[in-house]
């Protein structure tokens, strides 16, 4: 199954992991690769789930992008954020065919895509063989490719309606990051 959650509105990563969450509590064991957050600390980062039967834990969370791209102060060369974002393309696709994960999420890899990091196409190629493998794969973040959508299963669209952010408030550390 392909869900992915999109949109401009909040929850979008929340959504996903509440989605491990859910799988975790039933067994299943799930990992979450994220394509921009990096460097900046948010709230899932220290979630630690782990059971007797699974040495190497149910949930796994791995930042792999370099931050946002272009936005809130980042300097970094294109490049940088091109090569972390195709690094996590490739670990996660080695970690799907692994055999050790039931459930996979791909957090932000829209707004990779869509950034022109990594390649619609070489999501697809990932894609394919992983989803022999696994029983979930998440998709998330803004401006989900339709050809993404098109292939999903299931696809949730995240609006803003209101959003203190909006108000010149800012995020708030164990709410929105």
């Known amino acids: 199954m392909l869900y992915i959650f999109t949109g401009n509105g909040k929850g979008k990563t929340t ?14 064991r799930a990992l979450m690769v994220q394509f921009i957050k990096g460097p900046w600390k ?5 979630v630690e789930i782990k059971s007797p039967e699974f040495s190497e834990g149910k949930f796994k969370l791995v930042k792999m992008g370099k931050g946002f791209v272009g936005i809130l102060g980042d300097k970094l060369p294109r490049e940088e954020h091109r090569k972390a974002a195709e690094e996590a393309l490739d670990y996660a696709k080695k970690e799907a065919e692994s055999g050790r994960w039931d459930f996979l999420i791909l957090d932000e890899i829209n707004n990779a895509v869509f950034l022109n990091l990594i390649s619609k196409e070489k999501v697809f190629e990932m894609l394919r063989p992983a989803s022999n493998k696994l029983q979930v794969i998440v998709l998330t973040g803004r401006d989900a ?3 993404f959508i098109d292939h999903a299963d299931l696809v949730t669209e995240m609006h803003d309606i209101k959003h203190p952010y909006n108000q010149g408030v800012k995020g708030k550390r164990g709410l929105e990051y």
Do not use: I, N
Request: aromatic share 0%; net charge negative; proline share 5%.
């Open 15 to 28: 959504a996903a992991l509440g989605q491990a969450l859910r799988a975790v509590g039933e067994g299943k």
């Open 42 to 46: 948010s709230g899932e980062d220290t």
């Open 145 to 147: 490719p339709q050809e």
